[in-house]
């Protein structure tokens, strides 16, 4: 598999029956490459890793003291909630305060994310609704700042609309790309989408961990702010058991993942960015990878890796609850000799 290198082995009865393959980056915030596995060139889309820079836009307006939105409400603009009930009881509160319908969102009808949050919609028969897709906390923020500019709020999803080319523009910036390289797909939820090397998500989570690197006095507080409520209300961004959750509890970290296996994080006392893209788009090995790569850098924060190792552990339990199997890291990542 070009520009990949096996990533997680998992065993079941002491013999090997899968391996995830992928590719990771580390960068320091000059965006130089530090230490890699497999190849940090490796163009991948960034997915929901984008949702804390598509809210910069609406954050630079502070479209969010505009329509009184709490500081747990805004955390949803970069959030890809799951569903539980505290998520939707928040998204209806920023429905009412922006006069936002919620048909007026271009994502999906869908069901909770959440197993049992899922469960509990089901059993008292009730229809899906655009509030319960992942990405509603995205579509209302862009949709209040398309009111507000006086764009159309119709085709806020369309990627010739000004929302999301100044979303383009910001990306841009970011992960230090040309708009023309950037590569342009569009999402789960229907809006446009980016895909950089690897290295570049990377380099753009630095400066997400260190907004002093921006020059401009508007995108840096943005970028202060957003960050700050994801960190304050961590289980608005994804629920109460889940990997952007788990390591956003830590103040010296600001993460966020994406579909298909794509992954990125800052760290603001190192003045680092990690990415990583697993290549069969696997999120249950992120903990595994993620807590290695933190243990190879020496990262100060046990507690962290802690916590991941604890929200899927490496051992592998069969529907019994016996342990049957293991999954164990298997890269490790090499010093750049650039």
Request: net charge negative; glycine share 8%.
């Amino acid at each position: 598999m070009a520009g990949f290198t096996s990533l997680v082995e998992e065993y079941r009865g002491g013999l090997l029956e899968n391996v995830h393959y992928g590719a990771v980056s580390v960068v320091d915030e000059a965006g130089k490459v530090l230490y890699s596995a497999g190849d940090p060139e490796h163009v991948t889309f960034f997915r929901s890793a984008a949702k804390p820079f598509q809210a910069i836009p609406s954050m630079k307006r502070r479209i969010d003291e505009k329509h009184g939105l709490t500081h747990e409400e805004v955390a949803l603009f970069a959030a890809s909630h799951r569903g539980e009930a505290f998520h939707i009881d928040a998204l209806e509160s920023m429905l009412r305060k922006t006069s936002i319908h919620e048909e007026e969102l271009y994502c999906n009808p869908a069901y909770p994310l959440n197993e049992e949050a899922r469960a509990q919609r089901l059993r008292r028969n009730e229809e899906k609704r655009r509030i319960f897709h992942n990405c509603a906390g995205k579509h209302i923020g862009l949709i209040a700042l398309s009111k507000h500019m006086g764009w159309d709020p119709k085709t806020y999803y369309r990627l010739e609309h000004p929302v999301q080319q100044e979303i383009l523009q910001t990306l841009a910036f970011f992960t230090d790309t040309p708009q023309e390289q950037i590569g342009l797909g569009i999402d789960g939820c229907g809006l446009p989408i980016f895909a950089v090397p690897l290295k570049s998500i990377a380099s753009a989570y630095v400066k997400l961990a260190c907004p002093d690197l921006i020059p401009d006095e508007e995108t840096r507080v943005a970028v202060e702010r957003i960050s700050a409520r994801m960190n304050d209300y961590p289980n608005m961004v994804a629920d109460t058991r889940f990997v952007c959750s788990t390591l956003l509890k830590d103040p010296n970290l600001i993460a966020k993942g994406g579909a298909k296996g794509v992954y990125g994080i800052g760290l603001r006392k190192e003045r680092i960015g990690i990415s990583l893209k697993v290549s069969d788009g696997s999120e249950q090995v992120w903990p595994c990878i993620i807590a290695s790569i933190l243990e190879y850098i020496g990262y100060s924060n046990q507690l962290t890796i802690d916590r991941l190792n604890e929200l899927i552990p490496n051992q592998i339990l069969n529907d019994n609850g016996l342990v049957v199997g293991e999954r164990q890291s298997v890269f490790s990542l090499k010093a750049s000799d650039k």
